[in-house]
């Protein structure tokens, strides 16, 4: 889906996943990225050759995770990935999802000193880190309801950014509202919400009841495309 490519590099979320059923066995790097400007293309192009107009920049690198572990830097920007060339945000983070858990992959970036590889051994991804990158999946962010017009109880999680043209928005799924089940369960807090949401496949509707204004309406989200 190419809004929601455009939605991981607007909001520089952590580095996760798509494409698979079981969030147990999704890899994970540990980093956060954005899509290169036009304009850092163009100053790659200019410095490095043409080869090199493209790719994604780590905005910050999680500690304690792969990347850390491997020395990778805010500021790199990942080119290629086990040779294949990264171009954007959505492409890395298939690539990522993808890779095998039982050997080293090679990661490789650019930096003001040259171009250099890096062997990373990927983990299985994080269940609260799964769940977010779920719900942007079928398009929405979520965070703590932060009004008291917002809080049915304490922390409950809020809908707080709707891609458009996604599944969510289809449904109509709208900013301001509170989640208070995902399917059958329910959900008090944003850490409960991206529990219930890690444990989601992508291959099925999601169905969530929501608090807006002095109702409680049910939605269901369709599958997002895999393309």
Do not use: C, Y
């Not at 920007?77 to 095998?100: E, F, W």
């Not at 496949?201 to 608090?211: A, E, F, Y």
């Not at 939605?219 to 997002?224: A, I, R, V, Y």
Request: net charge neutral.
């Amino acid at each position: 889906m190419k809004l929601l490519a455009r939605a991981v590099g607007t909001l520089a979320l952590v580095l996760l996943m798509v494409g698979a059923a079981d969030a147990r066995t999704w890899s994970w790097l540990g980093v956060r990225i954005r899509d290169l400007s036009e304009q850092e293309m163009d100053d790659l192009a200019s410095r490095h050759g043409i080869r090199e107009g493209f790719g994604v920049v780590i905005v910050e690198v999680m500690t304690d995770t792969p990347a850390a572990e491997a020395g990778v830097r805010a500021g790199d920007i990942v080119v290629a990935l086990d040779g294949r060339p990264v171009t954007d945000t959505r492409l890395l983070v298939r690539l990522i999802s993808r890779a095998p858990l039982d050997r080293d992959v090679r990661l490789t970036v650019l930096r003001s000193d040259g171009r250099r590889a890096m062997r990373v051994r990927l983990v299985p991804m994080p269940p609260p880190v799964a769940g977010e990158r779920m719900a942007l999946e079928f398009g929405f962010v979520i965070r703590e309801a932060d009004t008291a017009a917002e809080r049915p109880s304490a922390s409950s999680p809020a809908v707080t950014l709707v891609a458009p043209r996604s599944p969510a928005e289809q449904a109509g799924l709208a900013v301001g509202d509170v989640i208070l089940q995902v399917n059958d369960r329910a959900v008090i807090s944003r850490d409960a919400a991206r529990e219930a949401l890690a444990e989601i496949p992508t291959d099925r509707p999601l169905r969530l009841t929501v608090r807006r204004d002095d109702e409680h309406v049910t939605l269901t989200l369709t599958p997002p495309k895999d393309d």
